[in-house]
């Protein structure tokens, strides 16, 4: 009887005991498109972007995952959001303190950086009604490629710093600058 009991009871005893494994496991297992952030003090403002950042994986993305003329979430998943506590000039337009979603239009010989007031979205739920502004940006191409996304912002001399994106073997660029006259304070939303 004993033997039995024991008998019945293995099986259950044994997934009780596998169980904190398998949760470990989930624990460990790598994001597919993790979150990361990139800030640019800048003429005493604060400039911060966070986004997804998938990964290659073998995968044509120029043209391929990143379709050539079409809004790209520029990322994964939740939309890529920038917060700046001070007006911007983002290449040639202006762009006033608070929080804004980053989409891009990719092309073969430039990119279209799109600046949309809508924020808090999922990244593929874009309303072009909401777009603040769709800057030029200059696209070159890379010596070695990019496995993982990657948005950089980098401060510059004189006030002035840059936006870039990289992946595969593309970089696509905008300078940033603070508004001249521009006061630093908190970013606000401009609106969900």
Known sequence: MIRTLFARALPALSLLLLLPLAAEAQQQRPVASPRDTTTMNLAGATVF????????????????LVPLGQVWRTGANQATTLVTSSDLRIGDVDV?????????????DRWL??????????????????????????????????????????????????LSMAWENTRASVPVEVKAGAQAGHAGHTGH
């Open 96 to 108: 006033p303190k608070g929080t804004y979603t980053l989409y891009t239009v990719p092309a073969a």
């Open 49 to 64: 972007v966070d986004y997804g950042r998938p990964f290659a994986r073998g995968r044509k993305i120029v043209g391929g």
């Open 113 to 162: 950086l799109v600046v949309n007031r809508q924020t808090g979205q999922w990244g593929t739920e874009y309303d072009q009604a909401r777009d603040l502004a769709r800057i030029p940006m200059q696209v070159t191409s890379l010596g070695s490629p990019v496995e993982q996304f990657t948005i950089t912002l980098a401060p510059g001399q004189n006030g002035r710093g840059e």
